[in-house]
């Protein structure tokens, strides 16, 4: 398992090289821990006993019980959406779940713009002459 949140391969030219510098420079600034909710980074929660460990082992063995278990990963945002603008002031350490609600509306608009190209498609080609 990976420490990062991946890029997707659309999207991996529109960061910078050394985009892992930028964003251990971030988690050092955020002091590994969310810039919103101030949970910390690599942490796993038992979520039926809303235990939290720092520690595999430990959430392995929840897992081997059958509980279900999250780990936390920091995100970075960027808080324009734009990756190209990776601008220290434009970033932030958040969580998954932070960096989700932050991303929300933007979510909204953009999945409401794609799904409407798509829509626009095909009436243009399923239009009755």
Request: glycine letters at 4%; proline letters at 5%; aromatic letters at 6%.
């Amino acid at each position: 398992m990976t420490d990062t949140m991946p890029i997707r391969p659309e999207n991996k030219a529109r960061y910078p090289r050394d985009w892992k510098q930028i964003r251990a420079a971030i988690l050092e600034r955020a002091k590994n821990a969310c810039e919103q909710c101030g949970i910390t980074n690599r942490i796993w929660r038992n979520n039926r006993t809303n235990a939290w460990t720092q520690r595999k082992d430990i959430a392995d063995r929840w897992e081997k019980t059958g509980d279900s278990v999250t780990r936390i990963v920091l995100t970075i945002a960027h808080l324009d959406h734009t990756p190209e603008n990776c601008d220290p002031a434009n970033l932030r350490a958040l969580c998954q779940r932070c960096h989700l609600a932050y991303d929300a509306n933007h979510h909204q608009r953009t999945a409401y713009e794609t799904r409407r190209k798509g829509k626009a498609i095909g009436d243009l080609f399923d239009a009755n002459p």
